[in-house]
C-alpha cells in the first residue's frame, strides 16, 4: 500500500501534509482499502475550529461508517468540493484528488508528534 | 467459524472475509461496487453454501409443511418453489426460507443460515405425528448462485437440462459440470439468474468451470457486501434487517405469503389472524433521501418530518449503485407510509429529508 514520504500519520489512518502554517488532510490509501467503497463524505464548514483528536467528518463505504480525526488543532480554510459527488476519489487518489480539508494550523509543531511515512508503513504492516 | 468448500477459492481470488451466520464468507473481492455492477450489466457468481438445505419427504410432506409454514407448499407444482415464512406460535418471525417441490413427497425447504438451527428445529418437531422426514443436509449440500443478465448463457452450456424451459421460481434436477445437481431459477438480487444445489465437494470444480464459462460475459465473483446491496435496491427483506421476532408478516408488507384460506391449523395461525385483525401499528416502506446523508440500519426516523419525535426507524440503507441516490427500507407509522410521503431520518446531529417512494426501488428491465 502506498505511503508518501514528506507527509505526517495518525494513528487513525489520517494524513497531514504541511504546508507553511496550513496543512491538508485526508485518510490513507490503507484506510480508504479497508473501508471499502467510500460512497459519501461529511466534510465540516469552513471556518469551523477543532482541537487535536476531534472529530472533524465523516467517511462512509457502502458497509460502514467512520469518523475522521483532526491530526492537528486548526481552522477549516476550505473543504474539497469535489467529494459531494465524487467520494470514490478518496479510493481512487486517497493522497491526491480524494483529499478532504485544508486547515490553517493552530500550533504547526504538533505535526511533529504525527508518525512519519517510515513509522506508518511499518504500523499498517503490523495491522 | 465454518468455511465453504470454496475457501481456497475465495482465499485466491483475494477476497476479504468476515464472519456470517457462524460462516466465514466473502464480503467482497475486487470491490462492492463493482461486483454489484456486474451483477446488474453482466452476472456475478455467489458463494451460498452457508445457507440450510432441509429436505422434507414423505406421504406426509405437504400436510407437515402446511402446518409448519405460513404458506401452503400444497399448491406448489412438482418443480415450482414458493417465498415461505416460518413463525413461532405467538406469530414472530423465527426465519423466512424459500420452499421447492422436488417431487409429489419431497421438498426441499432453503432458510437462512444463522437461523439453520432454529428452523431446523422447529420443522422437526412440527413434523411429529406426520408421515414425514427431515434431513438436514446443510452441511453436505453446496450452493451456488449465477445472478445477472448474463446467468443463463454462462449456465447453460454447463447443464444437462434446458435452462430456457426453466421458468422463474421452477427448479429440476439435473447434471452440472460433472455432478448430480438441483438447478433453480430463483435468486436475491432483482435480476435473472441460478442457483445450483450440489454436493458440498464436488462444489469447487463447479465453481471453477462456472468462471471459466463466464470469462468472456463479465462474470465476477460476488461477495456479502454486494448481495445486501442487490437485494435492497430489489426491495427483499432481509432477515436480522426488515425481519425478526418482533415483526409481523402483515407489517413487513409480507401479508400475501400467509394462506389463512387455507385448510388446518398451522403454527401461528391464531396469532396471525389477531395480528391481521388489529390495525398495523407500522409499516415497512422504501425511502429516497432528498438530501445528502446515508440511512443505516437503526437511525431514527420522523414520520412524517413534521412529527415531534422519532416515530419509525431505518431498517437497511445505502447509497445505491444503480440509482446513485441514498436509499433505504424503513419501519414508519401507516399513516405517514403513503409514498410521496415526506419524512426525515436523524443522522448524527441532523435531520435528513427522505420521501416515501414505492418498493422495488429496481426492476430489471424485461
Known amino acids: 500500500m502506498d505511503v508518501p514520504d514528506g507527509l505526517r500519520y495518525t494513528d487513525d489512518h489520517e494524513w497531514l501534509r504541511v504546508e507553511g502554517d496550513a496543512g491538508v488532510v485526508g485518510i490513507t490509501g490503507y484506510a480508504a482499502d479497508q473501508l471499502g467503497d467510500v460512497v459519501f463524505v461529511e466534510l465540516p464548514a469552513v471556518g469551523a475550529r477543532f482541537e487535536r483528536g476531534r472529530t472533524f467528518g465523516v467517511v462512509e463505504s457502502v458497509k460502514a461508517v467512520s469518523d475522521l480525526f483532526a491530526p492537528v488543532a486548526g481552522e477549516v480554510l476550505e473543504v474539497n468540493p469535489a467529494l459531494a459527488d465524487q467520494p470514490e476519489l478518496v479510493n481512487a487518489e486517497p493522497y491526491g484528488a480524494g483529499w478532504m480539508v485544508r486547515l490553517r494550523l493552530s500550533d504547526p509543531a504538533q505535526a511533529d508528534a504525527l508518525k512519519d511515512a517510515v513509522a506508518y508503513r511499518e504500523m499498517t504492516k503490523a495491522g | ?366
Open chain 2, 1 to 366: 467459524m465454518r468455511r465453504t468448500s470454496l475457501y481456497d477459492r475465495h482465499a485466491a481470488a483475494g477476497a476479504r472475509l468476515i464472519e456470517f451466520g457462524g460462516w466465514e464468507m466473502p464480503v467482497q473481492y475486487k470491490g462492492i461496487l463493482e461486483e454489484h455492477r456486474a451483477v446488474r450489466q453482466a452476472a456475478g457468481l455467489f458463494d451460498l453454501s452457508h445457507m440450510g438445505e432441509l429436505f422434507v419427504a414423505g406421504p406426509g410432506a405437504v400436510a407437515a409443511l402446511a402446518y409448519a409454514l405460513v404458506s401452503d407448499p400444497g399448491r406448489l407444482a412438482v418443480g415450482r418453489a414458493q417465498y415461505s415464512l416460518i413463525c413461532a406460535p405467538d406469530g414472530g418471525l423465527i426465519d423466512d426460507l424459500i420452499v421447492y417441490r422436488l417431487a409429489e413427497e419431497r421438498f426441499l425447504v432453503v432458510p437462512n443460515a444463522g437461523n439453520r438451527e432454529a428452523v431446523t428445529d422447529a420443522v422437526r418437531e412440527r413434523l411429529a405425528g406426520f408421515e414425514a422426514q427431515l434431513d438436514d443436509a446443510s452441511l453436505r449440500t453446496a450452493l451456488l448462485a449465477v445472478q445477472g443478465p448474463h446467468a443463463q448463457g454462462i449456465v447453460a452450456p454447463l447443464i444437462d437440462a434446458d435452462l430456457g424451459a426453466l421458468r422463474y421460481y421452477g427448479i429440476t434436477p439435473a447434471r452440472a459440470a460433472g455432478t448430480d445437481a438441483l438447478v433453480a431459477r430463483t435468486g436475491y438480487t432483482g435480476e435473472d439468474g441460478f442457483e445450483l444445489f450440489v454436493p458440498w465437494d464436488a462444489a469447487p470444480a463447479l465453481w471453477d468451470r462456472l468462471m471459466e464459462a463466464g470469462r468472456g460475459a463479465g462474470l465476477v465473483p460476488v461477495g456479502l457486501g454486494a448481495r445486501d446491496t442487490l437485494r435492497l435496491e430489489a426491495g427483499m427483506p432481509l432477515y436480522g434487517n426488515e425481519l425478526d421476532w418482533t415483526v409481523n408478516p402483515f407489517e413487513a408488507g409480507l401479508g400475501r405469503v400467509v394462506r389463512l384460506d387455507k385448510a388446518g391449523d398451522f403454527v401461528g395461525r391464531s396469532a396471525l389472524e389477531a395480528a391481521l385483525a388489529r390495525p398495523l401499528s407500522r409499516t415497512l416502506v422504501g425511502l429516497v433521501l432528498r438530501e445528502r446523508g446515508v440511512a443505516r440500519h437503526g437511525y431514527p426516523v420522523f414520520a412524517p418530518a413534521a412529527a415531534a419525535s422519532p416515530t419509525g426507524v431505518v431498517t437497511s440503507g445505502t447509497v445505491s449503485p444503480t440509482l446513485g441516490v441514498p436509499i433505504a427500507m424503513a419501519y414508519v407509522p401507516p399513516d405517514a407510509s403513503a409514498v410521496g410521503t415526506m419524512e426525515a431520518v436523524a443522522i448524527r446531529d441532523g435531520r435528513v429529508a427522505a420521501e416515501v417512494v414505492a418498493l422495488p426501488f429496481y426492476s430489471r428491465p424485461r
